[in-house]
């Protein structure tokens, strides 16, 4: 019996204490299917569960699936939009990309780009609840966060990172990959963002990941730029984080 008031107990503070709140919205008939596909991931379950053992703000955020909204945080209203369609949309980019591949692997990547996408919006969250510093963009730094969760704080991380910058890949295949207002936009560009993933990737662990030199033909002055930037988010993340919980 004390055994069960104690479980019951913690997990009633654990409860009380998570403030990342998700909300599933019905889907449309071409929806079901990734809503089926979303609310059944147990990584993306363990993706907020992260966030909520590890940051504690002073309002819940709402995490809200459905709707037609491209993922982005709104600080007026505490929610993080996430519709069904954008989820739709990195499956058809795999397919596209990958005719022959089986559908668990479609899966498997559809949750990796949402898990990327969810860390990227939870960064600006922090920024704005915590009040952090941004030297540059911020959209840059939302990226960069994403890296330091995947990469030092979840046990598949690095492999969610790469599908991430994969998906960045794929954007960038789209017609008019430098449009103008691309260019004016507060996003670098895909294959930018694709690059710079790359980057913290591979200065993460070298001899693993040594197979993308030759792969992407990345010179010698490219990985040298990659450990520094590498070296600059996981201090700089480490130490704003750290400030905030002394």
């Given at each position: ?96 990309a990958n005719p022959n591949a089986d559908l668990a692997a479609q899966q498997s990547f559809v ?131 750290a400030q905030e919980e002394t």
């Amino acid at each position: 019996m004390r055994f069960f008031i104690i479980v019951l107990f913690s997990a009633f503070s654990l409860a009380a204490q998570a403030n990342l709140n998700l909300k599933w919205l019905a889907p449309e008939p071409e929806n079901q299917a990734i809503k089926q596909l979303l609310e059944s991931s147990e990584v993306l379950q363990t993706s907020i569960d992260l966030i909520n053992n590890n940051w504690q703000l002073e309002d819940d955020i709402l995490l809200r699936i459905g709707g037609e909204e491209d993922p982005y945080h709104d600080p007026e209203t505490s929610t993080i939009y996430f519709s069904y369609y954008f989820a739709d949309e990195i499956a058809q980019r795999f397919i596209a990309a990958n005719p022959n591949a089986d559908l668990a692997a479609q899966q498997s990547f559809v949750i990796s780009g949402v898990v990327h996408t969810l860390f990227h919006e939870y960064a600006h969250v922090l920024v704005d609840y915590l009040n952090l510093p941004v030297l540059g963009r911020e959209e840059d730094a939302a990226d960069s966060f994403a890296s330091y969760v995947l990469i030092t704080m979840m046990e598949d991380g690095p492999r969610l990172l790469k599908d991430g910058a994969d998906l960045f890949y794929l954007e960038s295949l789209d017609p008019e990959p430098f449009a103008s207002v691309m260019l004016s936009d507060s996003h670098s560009l895909p294959i930018q963002r694709f690059y710079m993933s790359l980057c913290h990737l591979y200065a993460s662990d070298e001899k693993a990941y040594q197979y993308l030199i030759t792969e992407h033909d990345f010179d010698e002055e490219w990985v040298n730029t990659c450990f520094m930037d590498y070296d600059i988010i996981i201090s700089s993340w480490q130490v704003l984080l750290a400030q905030e919980e002394t």
